[in-house]
């Protein structure tokens, strides 16, 4: 059976969906609105949120009159078909704005399920956004699959697909939220197949610690930046199963003012955190990593391509040891006009300044070839780097050389 409408449920609710959600009214159940702070860059400021969803758990804001906010505690299982679409919920926020110029701090979101903190997610079905709104939109486009805040466990069984025009201004939310101690787990399928994005994260926290885990299969074809497993700080992020990017590296101009201006980046595993010293878990590869690079003349001089990514900001004296190993298979390959940097592992490269990052390397299997005239294991700006427990072998296991395998940017 095909309903248009939302499936909600409050604090400590529980729903199962087992017909076609078709999502695209922004009307009634469907549709809420909500703000939120914590800005790093903008403090004091807050973003207003118009948001679609179809599985939800939801609750009025006592502390914001009209708006809502997701309700913790709840239970969501999706066993049919979850389609929502960003084209009518867009065209309401063009038709609201009296200067179409002043989106500065504004999002139009399309949540497919979504829930507060301590709660449990899981598709078991069939999860479609549609980014089939206007292609050149300014204002930034939140496309959310499965959402849910702290210390809640989220999975994907079946299949969850990102389709469309998307735009240079959509941020692409596969599974995870912004907060701590989430548990994010892909075992199905997520495809990403979009003309145009800002940013896409697959398996995801801003917070800390928590568990990102692929043990399925992630294709993603698009622009922008690309972090496919992306933490903060102390999460534990292991790839099991097969990760394939289609990297069409294009330099985007930020117009949003809260967020960062950063170069084309494709990279599997992303670390971004400041000077800290949080216990780290390895960051392992045990799959299957597959990387091409499409660059073109718009794609700048300062595109990267890795598979493993760590950026730390700034120095405070304290300082964690960052644990990577791999055992998988990783494949990177390029294309077109201009010529991207690329190494299996990159440290610091977007980001000024010495900063003396504690990185360490374990087993390591890759391709025998000449790291001095192909690609390095390491390229980084600035690092501490711990080669002592080093393995490095080719897929036959066995020895290769470390000639050539780290390479240093001015």
């Known amino acids: 059976m095909t309903q ?4 909600i449920v409050g604090n400590g609710g529980y729903a199962v969906n087992e017909d076609i959600l078709e999502i695209s009214e922004p009307i009634g159940a469907n549709y809420f609105e909500y703000s939120h702070g914590n800005i790093p860059n903008n403090p004091g400021v807050r973003v207003k949120n ?16 009209g708006e809502k906010k997701l ?8 066993r049919g078909v979850i389609d929502i679409h960003f084209d009518k919920i867009y065209a309401l926020y063009k038709s609201r704005k009296s200067d179409p ?11 497919a399920m979504a829930a507060g903190a301590d709660s449990m997610l899981v598709n078991e079905g069939t999860i479609n956004v549609y980014m089939d709104n206007d292609i050149d939109a300014r204002v930034s486009l939140y496309g959310c699959a499965l959402w849910a805040n702290a210390r809640s466990l989220m999975i994907n069984k079946g299949e969850i697909n990102f389709i469309g025009n998307g735009s240079y201004q959509s941020y692409i939310r596969g599974i995870g939220s912004m907060d701590s101690h989430l548990q994010c787990i892909n075992d199905g399928v997520v495809n990403v197949k979009l003309q145009r994005a800002y940013q896409t994260r697959i398996l995801h926290t801003a917070g800390s610690f928590g568990s990102l885990i692929n043990n399925g299969k992630i294709n993603v074809d698009t622009t922008g930046r690309i972090m496919v ?10 790839n099991n199963g097969e990760i394939t990017i289609e990297d069409h590296a294009v330099w985007l101009k930020n117009i949003v003012p ?35 690079v499409r660059t073109s003349e718009e794609t700048g001089d300062n595109a990267v391509a890795f598979a493993y990514f760590v950026l730390q900001i700034g120095e405070n004296g304290k300082y964690a040891v960052h644990t990577l190993e791999n055992d998988g298979e990783i494949v990177i ?8 940097a690329v190494a299996e592992v990159g440290i610091n490269i977007q980001t000024m300044g010495n900063n003396p990052t504690k990185v360490k390397l374990g087993k390591w299997t890759t391709s025998n070839r000449d790291f001095n005239t192909t690609y390095p294991i390491v390229l980084h700006r600035s690092a501490a780097l ?25």
């Open 4 to 7: 248009t409408t939302a499936i």
């Open 50 to 65: 118009i948001a679609l969803c179809g599985l939800a758990a939801l609750e009025d804001n006592p502390d914001y009159p």
């Open 71 to 78: 309700a913790d505690s709840a239970v969501l299982i999706n």
């Open 101 to 111: 110029m002043d989106t500065d701090f504004d999002t139009v979101r399309c949540y």
């Open 229 to 238: 497993l992306g933490s903060l700080m102390g999460t534990s992020m292991v």
């Open 258 to 292: 809260y967020h960062y201006q950063f170069d084309p980046l494709a990279t599997v595993f992303y670390e971004h955190f400041p000077a800290n010293d949080l216990p780290c878990r390895p960051t392992v590869n045990h799959g299957k990593i597959k990387i091409n």
């Open 333 to 340: 390959t390029q294309q077109g006009c201009k010529k991207a």
């Open 386 to 410: 711990d080669l002592s427990d080093m393995q490095l072998t080719d897929f036959d296991d066995k020895p290769l050389s470390t000639d050539g395998i780290v390479k240093q940017l001015n």
